[in-house]
Nanobody, 125 residues
Framework: QVQLVESGGGLVRPGGSLRLSCAAS????????MGWYRQAPGKQRELVAD???????RYGDSAKGRFAISRDNAKNTVYLQMNSLKPEDTAVYYC???????????????????WGQGTQVTVSS
């Protein structure tokens, strides 16, 4: 069974930094895209950043220029370095992993999304 364990959240002052980690285990198949989403109270979940197996990255507008996503394929782990944090970055941050499994019979290939339990990031003075 696929499990995602997130760590690194916490309380930080405005302008500070945090580094989130998400380690995936129980993987059967191939991990393609790994990413981070966030959800603030009363708001929809939004993309922060994601990274493909070919290291192509994509950032949400709020993360551009301040956050950096990376991955360690040997450890099945994705990281999010967050710098210059602002109070509006306060949210629960969720890790998402996309796994592709192949089969000898139909449907031959299936993609599945997995989510972590979330880690709270609070930016406040």
């Amino acid at each position: 069974q696929v499990q995602l364990v997130e760590s690194g959240g916490g309380l930080v002052r405005p302008g500070g930094s945090l580094r989130l980690s998400c380690a995936a285990s129980g993987i059967t198949g191939s991990i393609t895209t790994m990413g981070w989403y966030r959800q603030a109270p009363g708001k929809q979940r939004e993309l922060v950043a994601d990274i493909t197996s070919g290291d192509t990255t994509r950032y949400g507008d709020s993360a551009k220029g301040r956050f950096a996503i990376s991955r360690d394929n040997a450890k099945n782990t994705v990281y999010l370095q967050m710098n210059s944090l602002k109070p509006e970055d306060t949210a629960v941050y969720y890790c998402k992993v996309i796994i592709v499994r192949t089969y000898l019979v139909y449907p031959y290939q299936r993609q599945s999304d997995y989510w972590g339990q979330g880690t709270q990031v609070t930016v406040s003075s």
